[in-house]
């Protein structure tokens, strides 16, 4: 199965907001409210910002937002800060007891 | 606070094996399931296998079924993978996690798995 569909990069500057994209198909983002980003920051380890499509973890600010329509589910940052710098990686289930990830989003913070 | 620390991982020539191994602490470890999360040097994040609470459902990614066997050992709070045939394409990070609300809440720090002659 390929992985979730994500573009390379993005880009804000402090202060703005941006939306990353993950594009599935009905068998894992559109089948399932089960879609998690994860944030890793260079040569550290991921660590999930949402869950179950909108849910943030405990300690994760709402600048992080999550939603889905369709086969495709966005994480939007707000108020961008310079820390937010970093790769974001989607996540869906797929059925079968299986997960699927995207190829991941470089955010670079101008 | 949660801990997975991993271990095993290194150097293997290619059709070798490697075991690793995940101890778990500050979770009731017997109530999660756990999978193996791994990242090859400077690519994205592939979900490898998952396991259920009391060892008895195993999941894997079809690449690695068939040579790849995770288990766990709820006595130790331990979670292992063990791998063999190994391919230069598994060369990788390999991450332990918790799989918890339907996401990966808590990870380890990796062990680098390099596979080469």
């Known amino acids: 199965q390929s992985a979730l569909t994500q573009p390379p990069s993005a880009s804000g500057s402090p202060g703005q907001s941006v939306t990353i994209s993950c594009t599935g198909t009905?068998?894992?983002?559109?089948?399932?409210?089960?879609v998690s980003w994860y944030q890793q920051h260079p040569g550290k380890v991921p660590k999930v910002i949402i869950y179950e499509v909108s849910k943030r973890p405990s300690g994760v600010p709402d600048r992080f937002s999550g939603s889905k329509s369709g086969n495709t589910a966005s994480l939007t940052v707000s108020g961008l800060q310079a820390d937010d710098e970093a790769d974001y990686y989607c996540s869906s289930f797929v059925g079968s007891k299986n997960w699927l990830f995207g190829g991941g989003t470089r955010l670079t913070v101008l | 606070e949660v801990q997975l620390v991993e271990s095993g991982g290194g150097l293997v020539q290619p059709g070798g094996s490697l075991r690793l191994s995940c101890a778990a602490s500050?979770?009731?470890?017997?109530?999660?399931?756990m999978s193996w999360v791994r990242q090859a040097p400077g690519k994205g994040l592939e979900w490898v296998a998952k396991?259920?609470?009391?060892?008895?459902?195993?999941y894997y990614v079809d690449s690695v079924k068939g040579r790849f066997t995770i288990s766990r050992d709820n006595a130790k709070n331990s979670v292992f993978l063990q791998m063999n045939s190994l391919r230069a394409e598994d060369t990788a990070v390999y991450y332990c996690?918790?799989?918890?609300?339907?996401?990966?809440?808590?990870w380890g720090q990796g062990t680098l798995v390099t596979v080469s002659s």
């Open positions: 009905s068998s894992d983002v559109g089948g399932y409210n089960y």
């Open positions: 396991i259920n609470p009391d060892g008895s459902e195993t």
């Open positions: 996690v918790r799989d918890n609300n339907h996401s990966f809440d808590y």
């Open positions: 500050g979770i009731t470890f017997s109530w999660y399931w």
